[in-house]
């Protein structure tokens, strides 16, 4: 099947939107450049973008999508229950084993004293996963039924807002970089909890894949009016925190391992250069995209993206930029995921060790900052003109 493109108006617009559904011939705005367009009947396979900003405003509904959705959103609660009761690996050095479930990780960065860890680890890849799957099922279930349920316009806002930090699929690549780096000291062996943290990253990936692709919805503008230059500051304020903390999680270490007598301080580089040098080469390049490369090339667009605000070069492509940062943005955790399953299974007495260094909380303050810059960032200032 062909899909069709149909291209909305291009007129500029600060109108707000009014109602939650729009009937064919009603005007809205866009969510990114305020452009004005006329809401139109679409057929079967026609997507409606901006022809401003090239945004995408909506898709013809299928209800199955729906129905997809909610069938994937209820499986991915079950996945979740279950990826948290089982095992997810064991870690065996001279006979000594050890065994993680995902809350095990959490509960070792407490017992070393790092709770702000503890409690992003926790959040995102247990709490925030659950709510997101929950209520995109309360959602999607009224969508399904063609009804309007208590608060579910506010919901579906929270939804996007937790839609960053649903990080499942995060955690399985940090499993897997867990387990390279585990096999050159010991054995190790996968159990069940893996097999069900797999599937769960599927659902999730495939479920915000629906919904990414479900265009500018009407609920999903009823939002809270913050003025862009409140967002601004909050951006700025951020992304200059994340440079000044950027140094220290590359300098200081942020892990110490110690296996079998020999004790090991590791940086972020240095980890990515032990991989290299045992061979383990993807495993490096892994690393080093999502712990070095990401957070610095974020910093470096929202840099960029600020200080373009209200000039009229480049606007498209500042756009883009901006959804590229929004979905990358994310990977940097695995290595904040791989400290919190070293932690779990790496604690064998005399045998083998894994403490956590002042190095990571440094890293994770970085991502917090970046996050929190780009969901603070408004899209609508690429495309306002300067004042003044």
Sequence with gaps: MVTSFCFADGVPSTSAPSAAAHAPGDWDSCHACEATYRHRALAKGEKLFCARCGELLDVARIETLRQDGLALALTGLVLLVLANVFPVMTFDVAGAEQSNHIITGVLGLIGQNYAPLAVLVFFSAILAPFLYLLLGSYVLTARCLGQVWPFDFKLYRVIEWLAPWNLVPVFAVACLVAVVRLDLLGTVTWKTGAIFIVLLSLCCLLL?????????????????????????????????????????????????????????????????LELYHVGLWPAAVIVFLASMCVPFLKLASLVWLLWMDGKPEFRVGRTKLFRVLETVGTWSMVDIFLLSVLVAVGQLGTLASVQTEPGALFFAAVLVCTLFAAANYDVRMIWREAKG
């Design 208 to 272: 915000e894949q629906l919904r990414a692709s479900a265009g500018q919805e009407s609920d999903a503008r009823l939002r809270p009016q913050t003025d862009p230059r409140v967002k601004r500051q909050r951006a700025v304020a951020l992304v200059a925190a994340g440079i000044i903390l950027y140094p220290f999680a590359n300098l200081l270490p942020v892990m110490t391992m110690s296996v079998t007598g020999e004790v090991a301080a590791l940086t972020v580089w240095g980890g990515v």
